[in-house]
C-alpha cells in the first residue's frame, strides 16, 4: 500500500516563502508532483517533476515556485516564494507510475494561507 503524506503548510503573509515537502513509500514514482485546490474551484495543478528531473509549472506559478525531488528518498519538495492571496488552498501531492503498473497515489493534504 502507498502512503503519501504532505508537510509544510500554514499562515503566510503575501510575499513571504513556504517549503512544502512530501515523503511517498514503495518504489520510484514516475512522475512527482503538486495539486491544488481553494474553496469552490477544482483541483489544478501546480508542478510536476519526473524521474529524471524536468519540470512542469502551471502559468500561474512560474518563477515562483520551484520543485525538486530526491529519487533515492521518494520525496518531493515545493519551494513557494512571492506567495500571494490567490496561492491559498490545500496543497495535495501526487505521486505516479505509468505503464502496466500505473497509478497515481494522493496525500491528504496541506493547507497553504497567504494572508495579510
Known amino acids: 500500500q502507498v502512503h503519501v503524506v504532505e508537510s509544510g503548510g500554514g499562515l503566510v503573509q503575501p510575499g513571504g516563502s513556504l517549503r512544502l515537502s512530501c515523503a511517498a513509500s514503495?518504489?520510484?514514482?514516475?512522475?512527482m508532483g503538486w495539486y491544488r485546490q481553494a474553496p469552490g474551484k477544482q483541483r489544478e495543478l501546480v508542478a510536476t517533476?519526473?524521474?529524471?528531473?524536468?519540470?512542469n509549472y502551471a502559468d500561474s506559478v512560474k518563477g515562483r515556485f520551484t520543485i525538486s525531488r530526491d529519487n533515492a528518498k521518494n520525496t518531493v519538495s515545493l519551494q513557494m516564494n512571492s506567495l500571494k492571496p490567490e496561492d491559498t488552498a490545500v496543497y495535495y501531492c501526487?505521486?505516479?507510475?505509468?505503464?502496466?503498473?500505473?497509478?497515481?497515489?494522493w496525500g491528504h493534504g496541506t493547507q497553504v494561507t497567504v494572508s495579510s
Open positions: 501526487n505521486a505516479a507510475r505509468l505503464g502496466i503498473f500505473a497509478g497515481n497515489y
Open positions: 514503495g518504489n520510484i514514482f514516475d512522475l
Open positions: 517533476i519526473t524521474i529524471g528531473g524536468s519540470t
